[in-house]
C-alpha cells in the first residue's frame, strides 16, 4: 500500500510524532510510506532524538499560499483550514492516509482509499478567542461560519476508523463529538534492560519546553522548582534535579527558560534540551524518581485539553525503574497503580511528601522501583505491534 501520515509537528520533539512513528517503522517494512509535516523535519530528530532510520520514509512538506496577515487577525484561525484543505486534497493519491493530528485538524476530510484519525487531545478549534470577552460575538460567527464543530459538517463520516491513545481521551470523543467506536493503543515503550544501572539521587522529568498560556506552564516545572526548593530547604538533601525535553520555538520560549533558570539560582537544578535517545536513556538509567505534573490543578471538566491524555514519558521512565510522582489526572491514572507502581498527587504537599518518602525510605524505593519496571512491560512493543496490526488488516480487506 501507498500510506500517507500527516503531523502538522514532526518538526518538533514530541510524544505524539514518536508514537506514530513507531506505526511508520512497522508498516514501512512491507509498504511505501511517506511522512508529511508541516515544516523541514530533519533526520537528526527523526534518528537521533527518536532512534528511527530516516531511510525507511519518503517525506513530504506542506506547503501552501498563506492568507493575509489582516486575514488571520479577523479570523483567527484561517490558515488552520486552508492547511486541512490541502492536506485533504493531498490524500486522495493514497491507499491508506492517518491523520496523526487529529485532535487539532479534524476538519481534514481526506479522500484515501481508506482514512484513519488519531486522537491524542481534542483542542478547542477556536482557542485563538477563548481569553478574549471582546471578541465572543466573532467568535460565535467564525463557529458558525469558518470552523463548524465536527458533528455539524460531518467530518468523523470520511474515516474509516478512529483510534484515540487512552480511555481518557475516549471518554472525551464520546462526549464531544459523540463518537462510540474507537480503538484505544496505548503508546508503546522500548522495555530497558538496564537492571543494573546504577541509580543516583536524581528526580527527573520530561516534557517540552514552550512559552506558557494564560494559564501558565501546562507541563508544571515553575511547581517543580519550587517543590524542589522546598524539599531542600527543609532536609538539606543531596538531590538532582533535571529537566529534560524538547524546545518549541515561538515567542517566549527562551525568555521563559531563562525564568526557570533564575529561578533554580543556587540550587543542583540541571536543563537539558533536545536530548538524543542515546543520552535521554542514560538519565533514565539513573534517575530515581520521575515527576510528572500536567494538569495538577486543572478543572477536568472545565479544561480537559490541559490534561496529560496518556504519558508516555512516564512510562518509559518506569521501563528504567524511575518510580513516578503524577498529576492524578487524565491517562497518567490508566498507567500508574497509586501506591503500588508510584505515586497520583493532587496537590504540591503531596508531591513533597511522597517524594520525601522514598528518598527516605531506600527498601521501599527499591520495591516501588520494581513493580514500576514491571508494570510498564504491560506497554510494551510487542502489544503495541499486535493492536496496530488487527488495526491494519482491517484496511486491506
Known sequence: MNILIYDAFFHVVNGASKYILFVA???????DVVLLG?????????????????????????????????????????????RCEKVSEISKSYDLFINNVGGFCFQIKPQAGKNLMIVY?????Y???????????????ARKVFLPPPGKHNFISHYDKIACV???TKKWILKLWGKEDVDIINPPVRWSEDCNAQKEDIILSVARFNAPGPDGDGKGRDKM????????????????????????EGKGTDEYICRLKEMSRGYNVKFYFDLEEAELNRIYSKAKIF???????????????RLEPFGMVTAEAMSHGV??????????????????SGFLVDTIDELIEKTKFLTDNEDEWKNFSKRAKERSKVFGLDRFYRQWQEVCLKFRS
Request: glycine share 10%.
Open 166 to 168: 487512552s480511555e481518557f
Open 38 to 82: 508541516d515544516k523541514d523535519f530533519s533526520c537528526g530528530i527523526i534518528e537521533k532524538i527518536y532512534g528511527f532510520k530516516m531511510g525507511k520514509f519518503k517525506t513530504k512538506i506542506l506547503s501552501f499560499k498563506s492568507h493575509s496577515a489582516i486575514g488571520k487577525r479577523i479570523i483567527g484561525n484561517w490558515e488552520h483550514i486552508r
Open 121 to 125: 487531545f481534542l483542542m478547542d478549534p
Open 225 to 248: 522548582i519550587r517543590a524542589f526548593k522546598i524539599i531542600c530547604d527543609e532536609d538539606k538533601r543531596d538531590l538532582r534535579l533535571i529537566l529534560a525535553g524538547g524546545v518549541v
Open 323 to 340: 518510580v513516578p510522582i503524577a498529576a492524578n489526572t487524565g491517562g497518567q491514572k490508566e498507567i500508574i497503580n497509586d501506591g503500588g
Open 291 to 305: 515527576w510528572h505534573l500536567a494538569g495538577l490543578g486543572v478543572d477536568e471538566e472545565k479544561r480537559p485539553e
Open 127 to 141: 482557542h485563538s478567542f477563548r481569553y478574549h470577552e471582546r471578541f465572543k460575538k466573532i467568535k460565535n460567527l
Open 25 to 31: 517503522d512497522k508498516l514501512a517494512e512491507d509498504n
